[in-house]
């Protein structure tokens, strides 16, 4: 049987690129949640609670039928389990 190694050549220069391109990002998005806990760290300073902002920031990312929905299904859960008076 032939060994799949012989018969792919790779491209060094092509995968070097594709390599160094992750690591660039990844270095990027290291950097960016750096950023992102600086801000909610300042927000705290200013009396903000981080939780309460982080499911605010969720919450706007989804469309109102999706946050509605989600709302309606907590509420049953919810009151299911005695958590509503």
Request: cysteine-free.
């Given at each position: ?14 995968l070097r690129a594709i390599v160094e391109r992750i690591e660039t990002l990844e270095a ?58």
């Amino acid at each position: 049987m032939e060994d799949d190694f012989s018969t792919t050549t790779v491209s060094a220069g092509q995968l070097r690129a594709i390599v160094e391109r992750i690591e660039t990002l990844e270095a990027e998005k290291a950097e960016v949640s750096e950023q992102i806990k600086e801000v909610y760290a300042e927000a705290k300073g200013n009396g903000f609670d981080a939780a309460t902002l982080r499911k605010i920031v969720a919450l706007r990312k989804k469309r109102p039928e999706e946050r509605s929905e989600e709302e309606a299904m907590l509420e049953l859960y919810m009151n299911a389990l005695g958590m509503i008076a």
